[in-house]
C-alpha cells in the first residue's frame, strides 16, 4: 500500500505539473515529424540533392551543353582522356582496356602506372610512343558516363535537376498562390459567389488536364517568343501551376467553410475588420496545414508533369535539359548505354519517393485525429 | 435516379463545350497556318487549300462549322498533316489498339489491386501489409515512362523473354510489357483504396454481427466485407480512365503501338491540329461520360447515397 504523500510532496508534484509547457500546434507537429524516420532520411536526402543541384557549376569541370568528342557515349568509368597518351598505340599495347569512343577506359592508377613506365623520371620512351603531360585525376572524368554525343552524364543530371526541381517549386508556388486565394475567397463569401466559383474548378475537373497543357505547348511551339529556352520554361510554370491550383482551391475552401463559423471569426467580423482583412489574417492562416501537406505533394506531381511533357518532347528544349528529357533519351539509347537511362531514372525516383515521404510524414504529423 | 441521371448529363453539356471551344481557340492561337512549309506555295494554291479547309472564313464561322460537324457526322475535319486521312479515320485506326490496350490494363488493375488491397486489409500491420503497401508506393511514385524502359530493358533486352516494342498484329507477347506498364500504376493506387476501405469496413458493426453469429472467416469476407470494401473501386473508374489514357500517350509512343495516343502525341510534335483537337475532345467525352457512369453506378450501389 502506498504511503500518503506529506503536504510538501503533493505541492512538489503540482508546480512540476504546471512548469510542463504547453506545446503549440507547430512545436507538436516538428516533434512528431522528426520521430518518423522514413520523413527524416527524406529530408536529408532531399537536401544532398537540393544542394548538389545549387552547386551543380562549381561541382564539375564539365559544361552541361560541352561535348566530348574523344569519349562519345562512354559508360560510366574512371576514363581517361587518351589523347595525352598517344592513344592507338596505347590500345594496341593494352589490350585488356576497353574503347570507348575515341578514348580509352581504364583506372586512374593503371593510367599512372603506365604514364610513370613509359614516360616517367628515368625512362626511356618505346618507339612510337609520344609522351603526353602526367595523367592527373582531373582527366578521369566522365564518372557517370557520357551521353550519345558526348556530354557529361553526371553534369546533366544535375542540371536536369536544377530545371525539374525549379519547375516543381515555382510551379507549386503559382498553384499554392491562385488556389489558396480563390479557395479562401470562395469558402469565405460563400452563397451564390461560392457556388458559381467552386462549379467553374468543377468544370476545369473535369478535362483531362495534361491535354490542355499539351496544346498549350503545341500551340506555342511556333511563337517566336516561346521559342527562346528561358520564355518556354516559364510558359511551363505557368501552364502547370494555372491547372494544379484547382485541388489546392478546393482544399482551402472546404477548410475556409468551417472556419467561418468558428467564433473568432464572428469576433472579428463584429469588431469590424473588412472582409479582405479576415481573408488574410484570419482565415488564410488558419488553413495552412492541410496546405501544407498538398504543397508537399504537388511538387513532386509537378516534377512529374514537367518530365512527363519532357518525355514527350513537349517540355524543355535543347540544350537545357531535364529529368524527363534525359529519361527520354536514355530509353532511346538503353540497349548500348543503360547507364543513360538508370541514373537519370534512379535520381528522379529517390527524389519522387522523399517528397512522398515527408507530405505523408507532414500529414500524420499535422492530422489532430491522430494525436 | 433518373432525374439525376438528366440533371448530370445536362451538366456535362457546357463543360464539353468550354472543352471544344477552349481546344479550338487555343489551337487558332497559333501563329501560320497549317500549310506553312519549307516550300512556299503559289498564292492561288493557297487559296484553294485555305478555302477546302474553310481556313478563309471568320474564326467563328469557323468553329461553327467545326462544331457542326461533329454532331451532325462525327466528322473532326481531315487531318492537316496525313494528308489523306481525315481525323475520324485516323481516330478509328488506331481505336481498337487502344481500347484493347486500355481494357487489359483496367481489367488486370482491377484483379491485382483488389486482390493486394484486401490481403493486406486482412494481415494488417503485418509483413505482408508492409510489403504490398511499399511495393505501392512504388508503383505510385514511379512514372510510367520510367518503367516501361526500365521493363524493357530487363525484359526484353537483357532477358529476351518479351519482344522489346512493336504491335506484332496485337500478338499477347508483344502486349504483354505495354499492358503491365500501363496497368502499374493503376494498380498501386486501387490496392492502396481497397486496403483503406476494407480496413474500415472490417471494423464496422455489421462485419462484428456477421462474425458473432457464427460465420467463418471466408464467409465473412467474401459475403459481408468484400461488397462493401470494394465500393469505392466504382467511384475510382473515373480516375482510373483519365490515369490510363494519359499512360498510354506514353505506353504507345514507347513500345510503338499504332494507338489513338501515339497519333495523338505525333500530331502534338507535327502541328496537326485537327488531330489533336480531334482526340481531345475524344478523351474528354470519354472521360466525363465514363465520371457518369461511375457516380450513376456508385448511387444503384450504395443505399447510403441513394438515401442522402
Redesign the interface.
Known amino acids: 500500500m502506498a504511503l500518503p504523500l506529506s503536504q510538501d510532496a503533493k505541492l512538489e508534484a503540482m508546480t512540476a505539473a504546471q512548469e510542463v509547457k504547453g506545446r503549440s500546434l507547430w512545436q507538436d507537429a516538428r516533434r512528431r515529424l522528426f520521430r518518423n524516420k522514413a520523413a527524416v532520411v527524406s529530408m536529408i536526402i532531399l537536401s544532398i540533392i537540393v544542394a548538389l543541384a545549387i552547386l551543380a557549376p562549381s561541382l564539375s569541370r564539365h559544361a552541361y551543353d560541352a561535348q566530348d568528342y574523344n569519349q562519345v557515349g562512354c559508360p560510366p568509368s574512371w576514363a581517361i582522356d587518351m589523347t595525352k597518351l598517344d592513344d592507338l598505340d596505347y590500345a594496341d599495347a593494352n589490350p585488356e582496356a576497353a574503347i570507348c569512343g575515341q578514348g580509352i577506359v581504364m583506372s586512374f592508377e593503371t593510367a599512372l602506372a603506365d604514364w610513370e613506365l613509359a614516360c616517367g623520371e628515368g625512362a626511356s620512351p618505346g618507339d612510337g610512343v609520344v609522351c603526353g603531360a602526367k595523367p592527373t585525376i582531373d582527366d578521369f572524368k566522365h564518372f557517370l558516363g557520357t551521353d550519345a554525343v558526348g556530354r557529361d552524364l553526371w553534369v546533366r543530371i544535375l542540371y536536369g535537376a536544377r530545371v525539374s526541381l525549379s519547375v516543381g517549386v515555382v510551379a507549386t508556388v503559382v498553384a499554392l498562390f491562385i488556389g489558396v486565394l480563390y479557395g479562401a475567397t470562395a469558402g469565405y463569401i460563400g452563397g451564390r459567389v461560392d457556388s458559381v466559383m467552386m462549379r467553374f474548378v468543377d468544370?476545369m475537373y473535369?478535362?483531362?488536364f495534361?491535354?490542355?497543357v499539351?496544346?498549350?505547348?503545341?500551340?506555342?511551339?511556333?511563337?517566336?517568343f516561346f521559342k527562346d529556352p528561358f520564355n518556354r520554361f516559364i510558359l511551363i510554370f505557368a501552364a502547370i501551376g494555372a491547372v494544379e491550383w484547382l485541388t489546392m482551391a478546393r482544399i482551402v475552401r472546404g477548410q475556409t467553410l468551417s472556419i467561418r463559423r468558428k467564433e473568432f471569426v464572428e469576433a472579428a467580423v463584429a469588431a469590424g475588420v473588412s472582409n479582405r482583412a479576415i481573408i488574410v489574417r484570419h482565415v488564410i492562416p488558419n488553413v495552412i496545414g492541410p496546405v501544407i501537406v498538398f504543397v508537399t505533394l504537388t511538387i513532386?506531381s509537378i516534377i512529374?508533369a514537367e518530365?512527363?511533357l519532357s518525355?514527350?518532347?513537349?517540355g524543355v528544349q535543347e540544350p537545357m535539359t531535364s529529368w524527363?528529357v534525359l529519361?527520354?533519351e536514355?530509353?532511346n539509347e538503353?540497349?548500348t548505354k543503360?547507364w543513360m537511362?538508370i541514373f537519370p531514372?534512379l535520381m528522379?525516383?529517390v527524389t519522387?519517393?522523399c517528397f512522398?515521404f515527408i507530405g505523408d510524414g507532414l500529414r500524420d504529423a499535422l492530422d489532430p485525429k491522430d494525436r | 435516379m433518373l432525374g439525376y441521371i438528366v440533371r448530370r448529363l445536362l451538366g456535362a453539356i457546357p463543360t464539353l463545350f468550354i472543352i471544344v471551344a477552349a481546344t479550338f481557340f487555343m489551337m487558332r492561337l497559333a501563329p501560320g497556318g497549317p500549310f506553312d512549309g519549307e516550300r512556299r506555295l503559289p498564292p492561288e494554291i493557297e487559296r484553294n487549300i485555305k478555302a477546302a479547309y474553310n481556313l478563309d472564313k471568320p474564326v467563328y464561322e469557323q468553329f461553327g462549322i467545326y462544331v457542326g460537324n461533329i454532331l451532325t457526322k462525327g466528322d473532326f475535319g481531315p487531318s492537316f498533316k496525313n494528308k489523306d486521312f481525315s481525323v475520324s479515320e485516323l481516330i478509328m485506326l488506331g481505336a481498337p489498339v487502344s481500347l484493347k490496350l486500355g481494357l487489359m490494363a483496367m481489367t488486370l488493375a482491377v484483379f491485382i489491386g483488389s486482390f493486394l488491397g484486401v490481403t493486406a486489409a486482412l494481415r494488417q500491420n503485418t509483413p505482408t501489409d508492409y510489403s504490398v503497401m511499399s511495393i505501392a508506393m512504388v508503383g505510385i511514385t514511379i512514372p510510367t515512362f520510367v518503367t516501361a524502359p526500365f521493363l524493357t530493358l530487363i525484359l526484353g533486352v537483357y532477358l529476351g523473354w518479351l519482344p522489346v516494342a512493336g504491335y506484332g498484329d496485337g500478338a499477347a507477347r508483344n502486349m504483354i510489357l505495354p499492358v503491365v506498364v500501363l496497368a502499374l500504376p493503376q494498380i498501386a493506387i486501387i490496392s492502396r483504396l481497397v486496403r483503406g476501405s476494407m480496413i474500415e469496413v472490417l471494423r464496422s458493426n455489421f462485419i462484428r454481427t456477421a462474425r458473432a453469429k457464427g460465420l467463418t472467416d471466408a464467409q465473412v469476407v467474401w459475403r459481408h466485407a468484400l461488397r462493401a470494401g470494394l465500393l469505392p473501386l466504382v467511384s475510382y473508374l473515373g480516375p482510373a480512365i483519365a490515369g490510363l489514357v494519359t499512360g498510354s500517350l506514353v505506353v504507345e509512343q514507347i513500345f510503338g503501338l499504332p494507338g489513338i495516343g501515339r497519333y495523338f502525341v505525333q500530331g502534338a510534335l507535327n502541328r496537326d491540329y485537327t488531330l489533336v483537337m480531334g482526340v481531345v475532345i475524344l478523351y474528354a467525352t470519354l472521360i466525363i461520360v465514363l465520371n457518369l457512369i461511375a457516380d450513376v453506378m456508385y448511387r444503384v450501389l450504395d443505399p447510403r447515397v441513394r438515401l442522402g
Not at chain 1, 311 to 314: A, I, K, S, T
Open positions: 468544370i473535369a478535362l483531362p495534361i491535354f490542355f499539351i496544346i498549350l505547348m503545341t500551340v506555342t511551339a511556333d511563337i517566336p513532386p512529374l518530365s512527363f518525355f514527350l518532347g513537349l524527363g529519361i527520354s536514355g530509353a538503353m540497349e543503360p537511362l531514372a528522379m525516383a519522387l519517393f512522398n
